[in-house]
């Protein structure tokens, strides 16, 4: 029976070589909500960029951009995300310097899959309640503050994020319904139309659902929870 935990993970692995690469994912990698692979540094960064992971794997000798430089590279955009080390060898001034990086791990190759595996579900309690289900299957990641349509990573401006955001913390208060003068207060610091408002529910609907958000008449608006 697979953890639910870790069937709500998106990982990100990086490894040059593709024979491990693959073995690695047919090993562990249905355990996972999306297991996704990189083959250098410098696609593994692009792709950290694209799709948000929770947790990177990454071997650290590579082409184009060494695991610990892509390391550091990441730590700069997120520096929550736990980062985990895989190595052919042990040497004293690389595991220094993963140190350094803030790698929380580091597998000596080579590794038992379902040691790492164990590793990575003892880190429940780092992400903590971490995901809500929304209508139209939708899901929203609270550490990570973003929001998802089954694998895809759904890309929304500063304040649509404010705008989901602001729903989902009343709605956790029992607050179910948001009010239009509330919204426009959070969103905007000039006083801003019902037009306006209404027009920007309107572009958040075109990118997600018009089945997330509700209008409640007369009152506000609400978040659909699945």
Do not use: C
Not at 108 to 127: R, V
């Amino acid at each position: 029976m697979k953890n639910r935990f870790l069937k709500t993970l998106r990982v990100l692995f990086v490894e040059d070589e593709e024979k491990l690469s693959k073995l690695l994912k047919n090993a562990i990698g249905d355990n996972f909500f999306k297991f996704s692979i990189a083959h250098d540094g410098e696609e593994g960064l692009a792709l950290f960029k694209k799709i948000v992971p929770d947790i990177v794997i990454t071997d650290i000798n590579m082409p184009k951009k060494s695991g610990l430089e892509m390391a550091k590279e990441i730590k700069e955009i997120d520096s929550s995300v736990p980062i985990i080390i895989l190595s052919a060898f042990s040497e004293t001034e690389k595991l220094l310097n993963a140190i350094d990086v803030g790698v929380i791990k580091y597998f000596i190759k080579p590794f038992d899959p379902d040691e790492l595996l164990e590793y990575i579900t003892s880190l429940e309690g780092h992400f903590g309640i971490r995901e809500i289900a929304l209508r139209d299957g939708y899901i929203y990641n609270k550490t990570k503050k973003t929001l998802y349509k089954k694998s895809r990573y759904v890309s929304l401006s500063k304040k649509e994020k404010q705008f989901l955001e602001l729903l989902l913390e009343y709605y956790e208060k029992e607050i179910y319904v948001v009010s239009d003068d509330l919204i426009k207060k959070s969103l905007w610091e000039d006083e801003a139309s019902d037009d306006r408002l209404r027009t920007f529910i309107r572009r958040f609907r075109s990118k997600t659902s018009k089945e997330l958000v509700k209008n409640i008449k007369a009152q506000g608006y609400q978040v659909v929870i699945a």
